[in-house]
């Protein structure tokens, strides 16, 4: 998909001059923003179809920066940062980030990563419209409700909830979910799971303490039940505590 347009938001010329050139010769249209305040305004007045966006900026952080994008869009954001803990990587994830790449990187890694991302934003197979008591998912729509209020979900988010949908009653490891959500280089970043179910059941479970459709098997991975199945599969979920995702 070479007819995207991409926002890099850094604070330095260096970074964003070697990024613009990379992503130009691919095709790729560019908008610049060295602030995430800058970068916000852009928004308002240009679309982007993903985000570059740098971790730590002067001004308005990038998780900030993140934060108020996910308020009111759903497109995807790729964060930009030097540091490589788990923890900074989860912080990112809770923010509304998609993916998380560590510099310095190379240019071949980060347009996998971006074409991935585009390629998982984009609509995908038709599936059949989900439909519950409580829970309403239109595939093709890219709509979720909950009790008839429209909820917002992220491509991430929304491409795992396909997963699990299309795949609903089937446990489905952690490995399987991480390669078909975010690509095949992917396999070990168990906390991208971690923090994207706990956001997903936040904002589709009646409970997301105790849930109904997205359930874990401990020390295996995650399965989406209809709530026909509950009954079934509410002792594999009380093992949820006694294990971490």
Known sequence: ????????????????????????????????????????????????????????????????TCREIRRTGDVPIIMLTVRNTEKDKV??????ADDYVVKPFGAEELMARIRAALRRAAPGESIPV????????????????????????TPK????????????????????????????????ETEYLRVFINQLRKKIEPDPHSPRYILTDPWIGYRFEPPSEKSRAARPERAEKKSKD
């Open 1 to 64: 998909m070479t007819s995207a347009t991409i926002l890099i938001v850094d604070d330095e010329p260096q970074i964003r001059r070697v990024m613009r050139t990379t992503l130009t010769s691919q095709g790729y249209a560019v908008i610049e923003a060295k602030s995430g305040e800058e970068a916000l305004e852009k928004l308002r007045a240009e679309r982007a179809d993903l985000i570059l966006l740098d971790v730590n900026m002067p001004g308005i952080s990038g998780l900030d």
């Open 91 to 96: 912080q990112a994830l809770d923010a509304g």
């Open 157 to 188: 988010e929304f491409e795992l909830l396909r997963q699990l949908v299309t795949n609903q009653g089937v446990s489905l490891s952690h490995r399987r979910l991480l390669q078909a959500v975010w690509g095949p280089d992917y396999g070990e």
């Open 130 to 153: 989900f439909t519950s008591e409580e829970l309403s998912i239109d595939f093709g729509k890219r709509a979720v409700t909950v009790k008839g209020t429209p909820v917002r979900l």
